[in-house]
């Protein structure tokens, strides 16, 4: 087991290493703004019984989760993802392997009941460097995760357990999760993340056994530094190893930047059954920053729970799309049913890419600018009420940009894979990310639709009714139809009169 | 038309000669300015309906076209219909729309191509017309069928049916051919159409009663004097013996054939998803969404509760019943041997009143027998009458619609009691009609 503990400050933000106090067991500072990663990585052998059978079936397992709560994203930690729990996984040799029970009990989730009837296929046919199957739920906390860790990782009754209990609590607090593991490195990685903000720069070592690294860094910009390239500098320091910190300055490629524009998003109202997402962005141009600007597309990548769909059939349309300020659809889940309720859906939901079209930057070219996703909400169960709540997370907008030929992007320290999106890519793609500005008072990045359903205090005459009604048709054109078997005399008189 | 329908009564030509020839009356005269002005109607829809595809992001074409000549591209690549998603249809409507699936590279062309599936159904709109006026004419003179055949041919509803892509009206022309081919003695004929549109569409297996029912010896050799009845009354056996006719036998037999057939080239062609998106799929189907048919909240209601708190009764089970009494037994019976059209009529739209599904694509399917029925009726023999009855037909759809439109486009839970009324209403104003037309049979 290692550990490695990051606060990362903003860009100029950085801290004198004479301002850092290092002993045996752990490492203080002042407070300062920044953000806190935690990454734990484990060998299989050091996992709980249950997790390590578990794996041992798996060829590829990434958890992806993001807080519903509007964070701020510090270089190079800048990779976004729609709120809410995300599976990226690929079954080993076994494929009845079943994963969700156990993450049923580690998450709380409730959507997921087995690969085949809960997860939907990715094109593996595309890019190879994406996983076989993808499933989401939304999932705004993390505390049945934080007990579930807690259990699993703090021995009971041992000197460290209340310690190691009080670090796992921060899991509480994280805006990010990451669990990733598969076959080749046979390790398991977890990687929290929390807000960006106040904090007092404390480390300590949770065991003596653990090599706990901590590292307080923030982005540079070297003279030497390529155009695709973030650099870094700051202090490192080993626990237990050494008693100061060393500086540290490396640069590397990343996948993942910063447009520096912004959007939100809402439904537009009314919502109705077919409701339209409206994205509003802030800026029509590519980065400025991006080294080629010219090859620049904007995307919005979307994960809607099964309440909702798209139709790819309506979304084909040119002119259709271009009213809407779309280009192209350019994935959706495929075989997402276009007809059936809500509550005979077993898979959980849809994922779709959409190439989105900025107004021309001659003229009004500056300034925010608005696109429509229409989507349509399925037939939800029935409530006491006669409406149920649909939460829809925030997509993730990016400006997908290609760096230039024979550019490596190998993997970094801080490097955010497997988010979703970067399966959809080549793999030369700059995710450039737009941050999303919550759209009302709650800094919430999930949008909410009251959705119509069957009121069920009405619904006990129904029954009754429907068959009364049915009866009382049928019966009357059967009296119809007998009055003309017996009744003809009648018209015999009435011929008779004429 | 409106001074042409007030010569409804059955001698037209008593009144027209004392009248100076209007502009109307000669246009019935002869069939040329109908079927041009009924063709050049389509057309122009037809060309309307490119140019606002062309320019508006709402689309004139329907969405089922769509699915029709993607299922064509599929079969024209070699491969299934049934790879398109929703395509619900025999594989033979994807291979008539072959053609739509022909690229050339040139626009124009291309667009021709393309739209060649919505000109196939409005020529098929055209021929049921020119049927219609071939069985009214049997009990009317030219131009009077005519005039009845335009209640079809002209209708607004009817050309925008079929020259927006929807494949109703190729089963309208199925169905009136069929009448045809009966009220002609064709059996052969008869039995191949009937075995093709059953396999085509399901619902006109209920026709097959009333056909049979009506080819006693009577109406098929109407020329030859029927032995006196003998006054002593026949025995049952007897009676059974004599209704089994060589004419009942052949239609059987032939369309029987051709509905096996056909399914059986189908499923050796597209395996089994032929048979569960053609058929199956309307035992299973879940997808409630509002329509117009009464079961509609019920079947929300109980497809949402969990298999343990559904009531051991669901009377949407026992749906079929009354509609399959009525449409394929009951009607068929009384009405079938006093008029074959009017019986066939009043079988449809007890189907699809009855129905546990119902969208106003399925009124098509007995608007297309409405001009047969109408001459003979108490809805054009009393004109208030009549017009009532079709304002009433018209509000009760129209505050479903009203319903309809506040929970689909404004998001408002109408559901209970709203659009579960309307569609109560909407079923008992049906039902109302269907009684209506039910003792119009009674008096022929």
């Known amino acids: 087991m290692r550990e490695r503990i990051t606060f990362v400050q903003k860009e100029g933000d950085s801290i004198e290493p004479t301002a850092l106090k290092v002993d045996g067991n752990g490492l203080r500072g002042p407070e300062v703004k920044a953000v806190r990663e935690d990454r734990l990585t484990f060998a299989l052998d050091e996992l709980p019984a249950e997790l390590k059978t578990l794996l041992e079936g798996v060829n590829q397992l990434h958890i992806r989760w993001v807080g519903p709560v509007a964070y701020e994203a510090v270089s190079p930690l800048l990779a976004r993802l729609p709120p809410g729990f995300h599976l990226f996984y690929t079954p080993g040799s076994d494929t009845s392997t079943n994963p969700c029970p156990l993450l049923n009990k580690a998450f709380g989730t409730n959507s997921c009941s087995s690969p085949s009837e809960s997860f939907t296929t990715l094109p593996t046919d595309r890019f190879t460097h994406s996983t076989a199957h993808q499933f989401y739920q939304p999932l705004p906390s993390l505390s049945a995760f934080t007990n579930f860790a807690k259990s699993q990782l703090c021995p ?17 607090k994280a805006s990010q999760l990451d669990i990733s593991y598969d076959t080749i490195s046979h390790t398991l990685r977890l990687t929290s993340l929390g807000p960006y903000g106040s904090q007092s720069l404390s480390a300590s070592l949770l065991s003596p056994s653990i090599r706990t690294e901590v590292g307080i860094i ?16 700051g202090l490192l320091t080993v626990l237990g190893q050494q008693t100061a910190p060393s500086p540290i300055l490396f640069s590397f490629p990343s996948r993942h930047r910063d447009a520096a524009s912004s959007f939100t998003s809402r439904f537009l109202s009314p919502t109705g059954l077919h409701p339209t997402l409206q994205l509003s962005i802030s800026s029509p141009t590519p980065p400025k920053a991006s080294p080629n600007p010219e090859t620049c597309r904007l995307h919005g990548y979307f994960t809607l729970p099964k309440t909702i769909f798209p139709d790819r059939y309506q979304l084909d349309d040119e002119l259709f799309l ?53 989507l349509h909400l399925r037939y939800l169960a029935p409530s006491v009420t006669g409406y149920r709540t649909a939460e829809v997370p925030y997509p993730a907008l990016f400006w997908a940009c290609t760096a230039e030929e024979g550019t490596k992007f190998p993997t970094n320290p801080f490097e955010k894979d497997k988010v979703g999106y970067d399966g959809l890519f080549g793999e030369r793609t700059v995710f ?26 009405r619904a006990d005459w129904v029954t009754v009714g429907t068959a009364a009604v049915v009866l009382l048709g049928f019966a009357w054109v059967v009296v119809k139809l007998l009055l003309v078997v017996f009744g003809g005399n009648t018209v015999d008189k009435e011929k008779k009169k004429q | 038309m409106t001074k042409s329908s007030a010569t409804g009564q059955p001698m037209p030509q008593a009144t027209s000669p004392s009248t100076a020839p209007s502009l109307v009356a000669t246009f019935f005269d002869r069939p040329l300015p109908l079927y041009l002005s009924a063709a050049v109607f389509r057309l122009v829809f037809l060309l309307y309906g490119l140019w606002q595809d062309a320019n508006s992001p709402v689309k004139y074409t329907d969405i089922d076209y769509l699915v029709f000549t993607d299922a064509a591209r599929f079969v024209s690549q070699g491969l299934s219909p049934y790879e398109r ?6 594989p033979v409507l994807a291979w008539l729309l072959i053609p739509t699936a022909h690229v050339t590279g040139h626009q124009i062309l291309d667009v021709a191509f393309f739209s060649s599936g919505k000109v196939l159904f409005a020529i098929a709109d055209l021929i049921a017309g020119w049927l219609l006026e071939k069985v009214l004419a049997k009990s009317m003179d030219g131009p009077r069928a005519r005039k009845f055949a ?19 009206g190729l089963l309208g022309v199925l169905v009136v051919a069929l009448l045809w081919a009966v009220l002609e003695r064709r059996v052969t004929l008869a039995g191949l159409l009937l075995g093709f549109s059953v396999h085509f569409k399901i619902y006109p297996f209920i026709y097959a009663p009333a056909i049979v029912w009506w080819m006693d010896n009577e109406s098929m050799f109407p020329n030859k004097t029927n032995p006196p009845k003998s006054s002593q009354p026949t025995s049952l056996t007897t009676r059974i013996i004599n209704f089994i006719t060589p004419a009942r036998i052949q239609l059987a037999v032939i369309s029987l054939t051709t509905f096996s057939t056909l399914n059986m080239a189908m499923y050796l062609i597209y395996g089994h998803p032929f048979l569960q998106e053609t058929y199956l799929h309307h035992v299973t189907r879940i997808d409630h969404r509002h329509n117009f048919s009464p079961y509609n909240t019920q079947l929300y209601l109980s497809s949402s509760l969990p298999p343990s708190l559904s009531p051991s009764f669901q009377i949407e089970k026992l749906a079929f019943l009354p509609q399959l009494l009525l449409s394929a037994l009951l009607i068929p019976l009384v009405s079938a041997k006093k008029s074959l059209p009017t019986s066939m009529l009043a079988q449809t739209f007890a189907f699809v009143t009855f129905n546990k599904v119902c969208t106003s694509q399925y009124f098509l399917w007995y608007m297309v027998l409405l001009p047969l029925y109408l001459p003979q009726s108490s809805f054009l023999k009393n004109k208030k009458f009549g017009v ?23 998001g408002r839970s109408t559901f209970l009691p709203g659009l579960w009324l309307a569609s109560l209403g909407f079923f008992g104003v049906n039902c109302w009609i269907l ?3 039910i003792g119009d049979v009674g008096r022929l």
């Open chain 1, 156 to 172: 009971a009754g041992s000197s460290t357990q209340s310690f190691c209990e009080s670090r796992l609590s921060s899991l509480n």
């Open chain 1, 218 to 233: 923030s982005t540079a910009s070297p003279k030497t530094l390529e155009p695709h390239e973030v650099g870094i500098s």
């Open chain 1, 322 to 374: 271009a009213s809407k300020n779309l280009i192209k659809v350019r994935y959706v889940t495929p075989g997402v049913d276009l007809e059936a309720p809500e509550y005979v859906m077993t898979t959980w939901g849809s994922a779709m890419l959409v190439e989105l079209a900025p107004p021309s930057q001659g003229g009004e070219g500056k300034g925010e600018w608005t696109a429509e996703v229409p």
């Open chain 1, 432 to 457: 450039w990310h737009l941050s999303p500005k919550p759209e009302q008072g709650d800094n919430r990045l999930v949008n909410t639709i009251k959705v119509p359903v069957l009121n069920l205090e």
């Open chain 2, 85 to 90: 998603e929703t395509y619900r249809y025999t």
């Open chain 2, 150 to 168: 335009t209640i079809w041919l002209l209708n607004p509803m009817v050309a925008t049916i079929s020259t927006r892509g929807s494949s109703e």
């Open chain 2, 388 to 410: 009532a009855a079709l304002v009433l037909w018209v509000l009760s759809q129209g505050a479903w619609l009203q319903q309809g439109f506040e929970l689909e486009f404004l």
């Open chain 2, 435 to 437: 009684g209506v037309v």
